[in-house]
C-alpha cells in the first residue's frame, strides 16, 4: 500500500469487517470523549473518529511506545485531529481515566484462534497459558469499566 497514492494521500485505512463492526457497535456521536483501551495499529480508533466525523476526543492507548507511534502516524496520514494517541497500561488504573469517558473500546490481547483461517500457523501456538490471557483480558475489562461516565452506567 505505501505504493497507493490514494491510500498515502489519507483517503482510505484498511480494516478487517468485524474491526468496522465493533467500531460501528460503540455508537459513538459527534462530541463525546472514547478510549481505545488497546488500539494500535489505530483502525478501530479511526473508524470511530470519522464516524465522529472527526468532531470529538479520541483516546487511543497501547502500552508500546512503537504502537502508539503507528496510531499516530495513521491519524496524520488520515488527517484525524480528534485522535489522541498516548502509551499507557492497561492492566494499571490510570487515575486520569476514571470517570472520563463516554464510550470505551476494549479489543483485548487475544491468543489469535479467531483468525485460524487468514493465519494458519496460530494453529503451532502453545494455548496451555490461555487461563493466564482470561485473567489479563479480566483484568483490563475491569479497569476500562472504572473509565465510563458514572452517568453512562446502566441497571
Known amino acids: 500500500l505505501e505504493n ?5 494521500d489519507g483517503f482510505f485505512h484498511v480494516q478487517d469487517l468485524s474491526s468496522q463492526i465493533c467500531s460501528n457497535l460503540l455508537c459513538a456521536i459527534e462530541g463525546q470523549r472514547v478510549l ?14 470519522e464516524n465522529m466525523n ?4 479520541i483516546v487511543s492507548c497501547d502500552i508500546h511506545e512503537h504502537r502508539v507511534k503507528l496510531i499516530q502516524d495513521g491519524a496524520s496520514r488520515l488527517k484525524l485531529k480528534s485522535i489522541n494517541a498516548k502509551k499507557s497500561d492497561a492492566t494499571q488504573i490510570n487515575p486520569d481515566f ?4 463516554d464510550r470505551v473500546l476494549c479489543d483485548v490481547p487475544c491468543t489469535g484462534s479467531g483468525v485460524i483461517g487468514r493465519k494458519p ?19 483490563i475489562l475491569k479497569n476500562s469499566f472504572e473509565y465510563l461516565k458514572s452517568e453512562n452506567m446502566q441497571g
Open 4 to 8: 497507493n497514492r490514494l491510500f498515502n
Open 121 to 139: 500457523d496460530i494453529k503451532y501456538k502453545n494455548f496451555d497459558t490461555n487461563d493466564d490471557i482470561n485473567a489479563l483480558q479480566l483484568l
Open 36 to 49: 481505545d483501551i488497546c488500539a494500535a495499529p489505530g483502525g478501530k480508533s479511526f473508524t470511530v473518529c
Open 54 to 57: 472527526d468532531n470529538g476526543e
Open 98 to 101: 476514571i470517570n472520563s469517558f
